[in-house]
């Protein structure tokens, strides 16, 4: 849901394990860590993380490093049913629950073996960049995809794919790139030889989930899913029987010049999505339920603030605040200095999706281009402080995507369900492209200039 001006920061952990009740853990786990940007509408990051645990009590989460077997990351603890992971810079806990997962604040592991690969298609889908920049081609973001099939009889075959996209059911434009290869290969505990017909040889790690459900594989720290339908066996056939084959597609997408035109549409959008009404927003407060997780968030424009709560079973979780280029993270009873990343994040909040159409947000842009996509849609990039911007505007003036990249992090949103909110027509429906999937919100509740006190930007009791 674009409101670029509500920051939602959902941090969820999605880890796989099977952790046994020693005193130890013995073993490689990994998922996902995937977190919906600050902004409402500000789109989904990705993070991959991967474990190899040690009886020794060290443990490696740089799963893509040639010394992965021996390289040490930190040490962690096992204390009765709780476990600790201790980095280098902070640590995370989590208690093991009767199933022998591990459990914490939205966080979930399972155990991967090393000795075996169920046979079929492993994919992963990521948004990498924001397609196009440089290139005169305007696009709202970018995903790449790659893909390894096992027929479970010693050969494979590989496909790797990236695409420039813009989101939404209507709109597109872009191009896309294939190249695929095959050969044999081998597993011999965790170490997976692949070696191509052509004689080119490669070494990774690769660890699987097993069992009844659709495994999940982790290669060189990196998180592959196995696809649910017949695209592997499909994907099987073209891939080996065309090893090295690289093509290229390109969708139409018409530039149009000048940035007067640009600037133009951006105000149309700005009248049908309130006008001096979303022009006069100074303070906002949404909430939302992502995945069982309650969002609440807080934003204050003049005083340039955003608060960010999660709520798990009635009670805060974690916590995230920004005010004036400084900002800080609570987590479990514990306060921490927030990433220079995080804030640059969270700060491009005033500027994205619905809040990058309000005047005052259009003329502080640079309004750089627009470019006619299908469907009587246009994209406009703007700037501002080295960040991207982009809004997909349909041929009702209504927005209906937008991405923004800041601090080489992009986030991509297509938004729908329009209701009017004390005079703004607010997108109340988002789906946020991760790369793996999509994941789709629907948001409660919208408040335009509530008032705050101090209360509101306090640092939850605990240990501060």
Known sequence: MKKAAWLLSLSLLIIYNLAAQTHTLNGVY??????????VGGGMTRNDIVILFRPDGTFNSEMDKPDWKTRVSGRYQVSGSKVTVNYTRGHDQFSIEKNGNLKGSGYILFKLSGLTISPGYYEMKRATSFGGMGTGMVAVGSTSNSGLIFDGKGHFSNSRSAATIVSGDNVGGGSTKNSSGSGDYKLDHGTLTLTYNDGKT????????????????????????????????AKTTNTMSQPGKTSTTTTAATDVTGNTDAKSLLLKANSIHGGSELDMIKTLQYSAIIMGIKAVSYLDIPNNKIRIELWENGKMVSVEQEENGDGWQWLNGRKATMPAARIAEMRSTFYSGLLGLRKPAIN????????????????????L?????IFAINDQNQLVAEANKTFGRTSVSALSDLRQVQGIMIPFHEVVTSGIKKLVIQYDSFEINPVFNADTWGVPAGDR
């Open 30 to 39: 990994g998922g996902i860590q995937f977190s919906v940007s600050p902004l």
């Open 202 to 233: 490669e070494v990774h790690n690769f660890f699987c989930e097993t069992g009844d459900k659709k495994p999940m594989a982790a290669i060189d720290g990196g998180i592959y899913f196995m696809k649910n339908d017949n695209a592997g066996a």
């Open 385 to 389: 402080d080295g960040n991207d911007y």
């Open 364 to 383: 502080q842009m640079q309004v750089l281009n627009m470019q006619k996509l299908k469907n009587n849609t246009y994209s406009v990039l703007c700037k």
